[in-house]
């Protein structure tokens, strides 16, 4: 069998719901926000990143079923991996998902996308993945444009899923009106809404933390995620290593005020980054509610 086939699958021990991203949209806080709910069950690794090959796709479906092991009688059950809209770089992620999990319901979490795209040319120079400046980087390389398109990578799903399957919510909305934002996933996913948790008044970016760090040590943290067995919960013994280098170090202030100074926008830039995406943001539209200001682009 191969490992994406939807056959022996038991529905009780697979998602009810994915965020399937954007990258750099506040995924992160959303996951806790949603894990934090008493009626839904997440698993501790926030990324699991089994639909997309070249992620965890070959560890097979037994894997992907034991992490939702502990769901007991959970409403939801769910993961977030935003390498799941991350097309053309990973690609048939919607169709592994509507294979294995046709019933599921997807949240997208999307951003204004040339600040998207600031974000994340900022975190691959932090990472020493990105040396270019930002007016050649973001223009010639093609994955900063792409993971911002959401309209693009949107289409891919509806053409395996049906559109009440699907929700789209802004990371403006999540930030700026975070109990009505979450209040509309809670009742997306079939949860109680006014089961608010605390955790709803806390923010969890982790932005100014990964500026902070070596690349190898986030290298090493990438590649103990996926290859280690998850018993040994490796993503968080290393989690711990950098509190504690940061503690006795005190990193990451001169390194985060480089990145920002060096990622400027330029309105000269931005102005030929809004003319790339303003087809796709007027694409995005039929997605979004009545009020969606298309972010001064399209």
Do not use: C
């Amino acid at each position: 069998m191969r490992p994406g086939d939807a056959a022996d699958v038991t529905p009780r021990d697979l998602p009810t719901f994915i965020v399937i991203g954007a990258m750099k949209a506040g995924t992160t806080s959303l996951y806790h926000y949603l894990r934090n709910h008493e009626q839904i069950f997440m698993p501790k690794i926030k990324e699991l990143d089994f639909f997309a090959e070249g992620g965890n796709w070959s560890r097979g479906m037994d894997w992907y079923r034991q992490q939702f092991h502990g769901a007991g009688d959970a409403v939801a059950r769910g993961e977030a991996s935003t390498l799941y809209t991350k097309y053309p770089q990973y690609d048939g992620v919607p169709e592994r998902i509507a294979a294995a999990l046709p019933d599921v319901r997807l949240v997208y979490l999307v951003r204004d996308p040339i600040v998207r795209m600031r974000s994340h040319y900022e975190h691959r120079v932090a990472l020493g993945a990105e040396t270019a400046p930002p007016e050649i980087a973001l223009l010639e390389n093609p994955i900063y444009l792409a993971y911002s398109q959401y309209a693009m990578q949107l289409e891919r799903y509806a053409a395996h899923f049906p559109r009440e399957q699907l929700l789209v919510v802004t990371s403006e909305g999540l930030r700026h009106d975070r109990a009505v934002t979450v209040r509309e996933v809670y009742e997306f996913l079939g949860v109680d809404p006014s089961l608010s948790p605390p955790a709803l008044e806390t923010e969890f970016y982790k932005t100014s933390q990964r500026r902070s760090y070596p690349p190898i040590v986030w290298s090493a943290r990438r590649f103990l995620k996926r290859h280690v067995p998850q018993a040994k919960r490796a993503k968080e013994v290393v989690d711990s290593m950098l509190e504690r280098r940061a503690a006795s170090s005190g990193a990451g202030s001169a390194a985060s005020g480089t990145a920002s100074a060096d990622t400027v926008i330029t309105p000269e830039l931005r102005a030929r980054l809004a003319e790339l995406l303003r087809d796709d943001v007027a694409r995005l539209r039929p997605y979004m509610s009545p009020g969606f200001d298309g972010w001064g682009i399209g």
